[in-house]
């Protein structure tokens, strides 16, 4: 039997492996009175218990599609005399032959036959091998068949002449496309099945529900005729009774599932937990909850320590990989939906042998644990990946817009202005992302890396990590003097196609995390730590401070009462000296003073001038400019706020002050030193740096954009 429950977004449901009262055929609130259903491979198996409990809601008919005309003939034969008063009959039609799929829809044209509701339910047979080895021709084959060919029959079905009621697609789809890992000897049909809900996902998202819902829904492991001839017995595994979804399929017709247009889900999953509460709150709330898609820059994920609360995990719960656990490693999983004081701990070794279901763990990583799904907690606090998931947008004027008080000077004077901040990105195929607060009435501003219609540019905002724009600000401000928010876009505006995005000379570490989905790979951690915000860096410059406004000495060394005769630097006037000094790095100077005591006392102020120009991410040695509020919070804590306040939207949000160092009472040899020896850990120092060198490419592609436009 399956487990009596399931975890959704962290919300425990009932789970079912029978027919129940709420989706009974027979209940009044799922009559299917006066429609006409067809069902593609309702001949035997789900798609014949499916067309049995549309026969048990009343349809007024049903049409089943078979390959085989005799077998359908004779299952309709069967449903009618069950059911009398539903007109059962049967075509024969390979679903997969285009000319037998059109010839269907062109005899009920031709009859006058309008189908109010289509189920999908026919799947090709799938290349046991691997992709490469199966070939390409092979797997095209599966995507003629899973993804063209059911495709084609919603096409017919929403295009047919002169039906004008509402109509409803139920597609029986498959746990494989979102459980990789639980038919890896199939990936031609996992690739495939994924495909064509994706597919359903956007029919759904650009046809109104009122006009054609779209349902996608994994039917569970039933026992068929076709299980049978195959080996399995009734023993074999934790079948699920056949009327369970069909049940279900006539239940996502019926007015009670109009919530989830556009959503995959299990038939097994309690529908009135599904239709209230928190999870129904969440689904209406989360466009892109229950979908299929991709999650990329902005959204990392991290594993907790056994030492933190289940609070300090980021991202969903997964299927227990522990096969990608070291041996011994201190890697354990536990069920999210149990609470903290109830959860058991499962180590590889014994969850390898359980037959637990393998939905909703949490893995708690061990010291040692490489695994790519999740930064490892030991190697990154939770406080240094703070708003690593946060984004914001910069968004095109409409020609309506007026100011609010918490604008900043760039958006009063410029083409774009801010929206909320979000915590969580969607796949482009999914949905646009939400924002909080809806800054300028945009709640859902239409986010992307590239555009893809130019004739739309306008209608796209600009993705960015709140605190990736703190430091272009300041690239701008050095380099410029001024913050130019308006070159920043100018240069998103032309270089914005999927091969500039890519072809960008980004850091290696980057790209090599940049998959389909982000690879949280060991020693790259850095990649999601803060850049403004960074645990212990404040005190490590407070250390660095000095009353002592004398040149700076390291301990340990004395300087020369006289130069040796044979040191050439020791002839040279000290404008030279200092000229030679501002022209090396930090590297070059301290093999410098190994071979020449002239430079064991350096002077301060040149070792100033060697900070700011070596290390100019190194911001504080510089500029004062306070952090923006937008990079100091994240979209959860201003929902929170907004429940007993609305200054969040009225009123001027605060900055955060930064220090500025001392130019002459910072000893800047020593902090480099710091710098240089807790390098590993100052996770976020080494994030900003990498930044800093993509905002710097973003001013030189600025600069050539504009010298262009000069010349034209």
């Given at each position: ?7 959704i977004?962290?919300?425990t ?47 007024s ?7 085989r ?13 069950s ?15 285009r ?30 091998l ?12 599966d995507?003629e ?9 919603v ?5 047919q002449p ?28 996992q ?10 996902q ?5 046809t ?20 049978r ?42 529908v ?96 040692d ?21 946060t ?49 300028h ?6 986010a ?29 401000l ?31 570490d980057?790209?090599?995390?940049q ?16 850049p ?68 064991l ?17 190194l ?8 952090l923006?509020?937008w ?8 929902e ?5 306040t ?30 240089s ?5 100052l ?21 050539r954009?504009?010298a ?5």
């Open positions: 039997m399956n487990s009596p429950t399931a975890t977004n962290g919300i449901i009932r789970n079912h492996d029978k027919p129940y009262e709420a989706i009974s055929p027979q209940r009044p609130e799922l009559s299917q009175q006066g429609r006409t259903v067809l069902v593609c491979g309702g001949s035997a198996g789900i798609g014949h218990a499916i067309a049995r409990n549309y026969c048990i809601a009343g349809a008919s049903v049409v089943i599609l078979g390959r005309e005799d077998i359908a003939t004779a299952a309709a034969l069967k449903l009618h005399e059911y009398p008063n539903t007109v059962a009959t049967a075509r024969s039609c390979d679903v997969f032959n000319d037998q799929s059109q010839k269907v829809w062109d005899d009920l044209e031709k009859e006058g036959i309008f189908i109010d509701v289509l189920v999908v339910n026919a799947v090709g047979e799938p290349a046991l691997p992709i490469l080895d199966q070939g390409a021709d092979r797997l095209w084959q995507f068949n899973n993804v063209h060919a059911p495709l084609y029959l096409e017919r079905f929403y295009k002169g039906h004008t009621k509402q109509k409803f697609v139920i597609s029986v789809s498959t746990q494989d496309i979102h459980r990789w890992d639980s038919a890896p000897q199939m990936p031609g049909y690739l495939t099945k994924s495909s064509f809900a994706t597919v359903m956007q029919v759904a998202r650009d109104p529900e009122e006009k054609m819902r779209v349902i996608s829904f994994h039917p569970s492991i039933v026992f068929t005729e076709s299980a001839k195959t080996g399995y017995t009734e023993d074999t595994l934790p079948w699920t009774d056949e009327n369970l979804p069909g049940g279900f399929a006539v239940w996502a017709a019926s007015a009670e599932a109009q919530f989830l247009h556009g959503r995959f889900v299990w038939s097994t999953w309690d009135n937990d599904l239709m209230s509460g928190e999870l129904r709150d969440q689904i209406e709330s989360d466009q892109w909850l229950l979908k299929v898609g991709v999650r990329g820059l902005f959204n990392i994920n991290r594993y907790r320590t056994d030492q933190e609360p289940p609070s300090a995990a980021l991202g969903e719960p997964l299927f227990p990989q522990h096969d990608q656990c070291p041996d011994k490693g201190g890697c354990y999983f536990v069920k999210s939906s149990l609470p903290p004081d109830e959860q058991v701990k499962y180590y590889p070794d014994n969850l390898q042998e359980s037959d637990l279901d393998q939905d909703g763990w949490n893995h708690v990583a061990g010291p644990c490489g695994h790519n799904g999740a930064y490892n907690g030991h190697r990154i606090s939770l406080e240094a990946m703070r708003g690593c998931n984004f914001q947008c910069l968004v095109y004027k409409p020609e309506d817009w007026t100011p609010q008080t918490n604008d900043e000077d760039f958006e009063s004077k410029g083409k774009y202005f801010l929206s909320g901040l979000g915590d969580d990105m969607p796949s482009r195929d999914m949905a646009w992302p939400s924002v909080f607060p809806h800054r009435d945009v709640d859902s501003p239409r992307d890396e590239c555009i893809w219609n130019q004739d739309e540019a306008d209608e796209y905002a600009m993705p960015f990590h709140p605190t990736c724009l703190e430091i272009y600000k300041r690239v701008s050095k380099r410029n003097g001024v913050v130019d928010i308006q070159g920043l876009t100018l240069w998103w505006r032309r270089e914005n196609t999927y091969d500039d995005f890519h072809h960008f000379p980004r850091d290696q980057v790209n090599d995390a998959e389909q989905w982000w690879s949280h790979d060991l020693g790259n951690e850095y990649l999601a730590a803060n403004c915000l960074i645990p212990g860096f404040q005190s490590l410059l407070q250390s660095c401070q000095n009353s002592d406004t004398t040149d700076f000495e390291p301990a340990g060394t004395t300087s020369p009462t006289h130069a040796s005769t044979n040191d050439p630097f020791a002839k040279l006037p000290p404008e030279i000296q200092h000229s030679i000094l501002v022209h090396l790095d930090f590297k070059d100077v301290a093999n410098l003073r190994l071979t020449s005591r002239v430079f006392q350096l002077p301060n102020s040149v070792l100033y001038e060697l900070t700011v120009r070596n290390t100019p991410w911001y504080e040695a510089w500029t004062s400019r306070p923006s509020f990079a100091t919070t994240t979209q959860a804590e201003l929170e706020q907004w429940e007993s609305c200054d969040v939207l009225r009123s001027a949000n605060p900055t955060m002050p930064v220090h500025q160092l001392s130019r002459t009472e910072t000893n800047w040899l020593q902090l480099q030193i710091e710098i020896r807790n390098w590993g850990k996770l976020g120092l080494r994030n900003r740096r990498r930044i800093w060198k993509d905002c710097e490419e973003i001013l030189n592609r600025v600069d954009i504009q262009q436009d000069k010349t034209t």
